[in-house]
């Protein structure tokens, strides 16, 4: 089992991204939980007239979390991945959802936004604090910025519970499906050594976003995932 560095995760991706979502699927609540986490952007009229931007989409679960939140806004998923926008397209979608290969830190030139949404991006991303700022620069003022992410570093029952369930359930799991342990590996691995709650909350404010809060997850996630919100 080798240990990923940051840079080598979106190709670890590729790898993984014809099995991600069966085991996604396998998981209690997460699907309920993206779309929690979607309607905390606050979209209002059903999105209609505005410009949702999904940072690291995946697959596409994100993405159909905030189209059930805003499902006539102009949705743009955007993912570093080749292989899991792969899969992501080949899903059947409304003609206001388009996909776009590009790391965060490249997407300076598309705003405004009206909402920015971020499933477990920021845990995967080398110098957090810069892209954060963009995702900022990216908000028309007073629109918000939703980071739903793993953070277990302010718990020790959390940090246990998170180790007992990725070498019982998530690194056997997705040995089996994809045939590797280094992306699942990696996952409990860089859940560990993440932001605690209170460390990301920090973080967002420093790189300019108010009114930040965090929201707690439901099910055996609570405690592990939460749904963090700040306004540009």
Request: proline share 4%; aromatic share 8%.
């Amino acid at each position: 089992m080798t240990r990923l560095a940051v840079d080598a995760v979106p190709a670890a991706f590729d790898s993984a991204a014809r099995g991600y979502d069966r085991l996604v699927g396998a998981n209690p609540g997460y699907h309920r939980e993206l779309r929690r986490s979607a309607t905390a952007l606050g979209i209002a009229r059903g999105g209609e007239g505005q410009r949702l931007l999904d940072l690291g989409c995946g697959t596409g679960a994100s993405t159909a979390a905030l189209l059930a939140a805003a499902p006539l806004a102009e949705i743009t998923g955007v993912d570093a991945s080749a292989g899991m926008l792969e899969q992501a397209r080949r899903k059947r979608w409304p003609d206001n959802v388009s996909f776009v290969h590009a790391r965060a830190e490249e997407l300076e030139a598309r705003g405004p936004y009206d909402g920015v949404f971020a499933a477990y991006l920021i845990r995967n991303l080398g110098r957090p604090d810069p892209v954060l700022a963009a995702v900022r620069g990216l908000l028309k003022p007073g629109a918000r910025f939703v980071a739903h992410e793993y953070s277990v570093r302010d718990s020790l029952v959390a940090t246990a519970w998170w180790t007992a369930v990725c070498w019982s359930v998530i690194i056997p799991g997705g040995v089996l499906v994809t045939g590797s342990a280094d992306l699942y590996a990696y996952l409990w691995r860089s859940v560990l050594e993440f932001d605690g709650v209170r460390a990301l909350r920090q973080r967002m404010r420093r790189t300019g976003f108010t009114d930040v809060r965090v929201l707690p997850a439901a099910g055996w996630q609570r405690g592990i995932v939460h749904t963090f919100v700040g306004r540009a």
